[in-house]
């Protein structure tokens, strides 16, 4: 599977985006799907996950209420919806997937085994 996040940019504070990212040589609706993102300087920390069919999610405490997952098996591509964008969400956004059935809550990065390139977030103040 190759992953490909996009649609990350400058925002203000507040402000929203949503990421995109597009999965091709296999059918996406096989794996749960997470977003990870890492600051400088920081570790790669785990932002949300969503199971196969799309109908389970979980999100870091950091993030919830501000950011909705989700996806579109037809069209083999999973959302990051981010909206009150704060500073602190600077960062690049990465998006991988996981092969484990019917589990969500998955925060462990090493779990995942394929990984898109990453898309950069910048939040200003």
């Known amino acids: 599977v190759q992953l490909q996040a996009y649609g990350g940019g400058l925002v203000q504070a507040g402000g929203s985006l949503r990421l995109s990212c597009a999965a091709s040589g296999r059918a996406l609706r096989s794996y749960g799907m997470g977003w990870f993102r890492r600051s400088p300087g920081e570790e790669r920390e785990f932002v949300a996950d969503i199971g196969e069919s799309g109908g389970s999610t979980t999100y870091a405490a950091s993030v919830k209420g501000r950011f909705t997952i989700s996806r579109d098996n037809a069209k083999n591509t999973v959302y990051l919806q981010m909206n009150s964008l704060k500073p602190e969400d600077t960062a690049v956004y990465y998006c991988?997937?996981?092969?484990?059935?019917?589990?969500?809550?998955?925060?462990?990065?090493?779990?995942?085994?394929?990984w898109g390139q990453g898309t950069q977030v910048t939040v200003s103040s």
């Open positions: 991988a997937s996981q092969p484990y059935v019917n589990r969500v809550g998955v925060r462990e990065s090493r779990a995942y085994i394929y």
